[in-house]
């Protein structure tokens, strides 16, 4: 496994990260914006090192595909913080307004930033992620109950979608992962294909929830924050009406400062596009899907799946077409309904029950391209989970 002697150099290295990040962020003022610069470069180069790290040490390609990406979502939010909303040890001053909520001095400090480093959706923060779900008032105990619970029902009903059967290999050969020859499917390829693409996401939904509940746990246990800033990971699945509902309010917004931020900064600062008018708005949409992109194709490539066949750019540059196509049909209606007395306007309920079945039928074109090349690896998909309880069942019967 990934327990060997190489593991201290891993170890070192994420020091090293997380000492450049908070001496960046106490000692650096705000309008240093060079010297700030350079410490994000050199972050990129420990982030470049730790991925590499971890590619050599764990031999699970599941995990690997799992630490890989969280080296760039840990660079991405260190960068964020340091260059764009350009924190400094003002902001854990005790005053009001206070944007980070962190005790004041400069020892409270130096713990702080480590804690916003990981705190994707900056909860508590004036940076917090759009969306967010509101936090339920809990007491610890019930906090800790209901995560403990959650986590452990998502992990069997995962255990159990991995422990299936892997797919025919026909399903899911390269030409079936298309997007335009659609007419050449054949009537199992597209029930597979509507099956996968559920089942798909389902698991992603639920891996991730166990990994966010087991850090919860393990975050409000040993005090490093309290329950009422661990909002609830995903929101709720009515809102996912459209596409850019799916991706704005329903799943999770771990990722989202981080990527409208350098989306701004690149869109702003670098294309010199006007903020405000309709180009902004698109280019930034195409950036920010475009990291994202790049950060799921690190996960593609420590899984084993050759660049040339690495679907997930695809997938999520697909995802920014398909709002700019809502957007226009959207801008259309309106502009047709506007002043048409015969113009019948469907019920809410009737136009997000549409609006659902375009979001799934547009997840069931497009996840193939990002889905199908996984699995046509000799993976194991059992090999996910550390422990499996379905498979140990089946073993004593």
Not at 152 to 160: E, G, T
Not at 245 to 270: D, E, K, M, P, Y
Not at 337 to 345: D, K
């Amino acid at each position: 496994m990934w327990l060997n002697n190489q593991t201290a150099t891993l170890h070192l290295l994420q020091l090293a990260f997380e000492i450049i990040f908070v001496s960046s962020v106490l000692l650096l003022p705000r309008k240093r914006t060079g010297a700030r610069l350079a410490s994000v470069t050199v972050l990129s180069a420990l982030s470049y090192a730790l991925e590499q790290g971890c590619l050599r040490l764990i031999t699970n390609p599941h995990w690997r595909a799992i630490a890989a990406p969280v080296c760039w979502i840990q660079l991405l939010s260190a960068s964020d913080i340091v260059l764009i909303e350009r924190a400094s040890s003002v902001d854990f001053l005790p005053q009001t307004g206070n944007p980070t909520g962190f005790p004041a001095g400069n020892r409270v400090a130096v713990f702080g930033a480590p804690l916003l480093l990981w705190n994707l959706r900056r909860v508590g923060t004036r940076w917090a992620a759009k969306n967010t779900p509101p936090v339920p008032q809990q007491k610890l105990v019930n906090f800790v109950c209901q995560q403990a619970a959650t986590a452990l029902v998502a992990y069997l009903v995962l255990d159990i979608l991995v422990s299936a059967p892997a797919p025919d290999a026909a399903l899911v050969d390269q030409q079936k992962e298309t997007l335009w020859n659609m007419q050449a499917l054949s009537l199992e390829d597209v029930i597979f294909r509507v099956i996968g693409t559920f089942s798909f996401w389902v698991s992603i939904a639920l891996l991730l929830l166990v990994m966010s509940n087991f850090v919860a746990l393990l975050s409000v246990i040993f005090g490093c924050c309290g329950p009422e800033e661990c909002p609830p990971l995903f929101g709720p699945l009515t809102s996912a009406t459209s596409i850019r509902q799916f991706w704005g309010a329903t799943w999770h917004q771990c990722l989202r400062t981080g990527l409208t931020g350098h989306a701004n900064l690149v869109a702003t600062s670098i294309f010199g596009v006007p903020r405000g008018t309709t180009l902004s708005v698109y280019v930034r949409l195409f950036l920010v899907f475009f990291l994202s992109g790049l950060i799921h194709h690190r996960s593609d490539i420590a899984v084993g799946i050759e660049p040339s066949n690495a679907g997930s750019f695809l997938f999520f540059s697909l995802q920014a077409l398909g709002i700019m196509v809502e957007d226009g049909f959207q801008a259309f209606v309106d502009r047709i309904s506007s002043g048409n007395r015969i113009w019948i306007r469907l019920p809410k309920r009737s136009t997000s029950v549409l609006g659902g079945l375009w979001l799934f039928v547009f997840l069931v074109w497009t996840t193939p391209t990002w889905l199908y090349p996984r699995q046509r690896l000799d993976v194991d998909p059992a090999m996910l989970l550390p422990v499996s309880v379905i498979q140990t069942v089946l073993d004593k019967s």
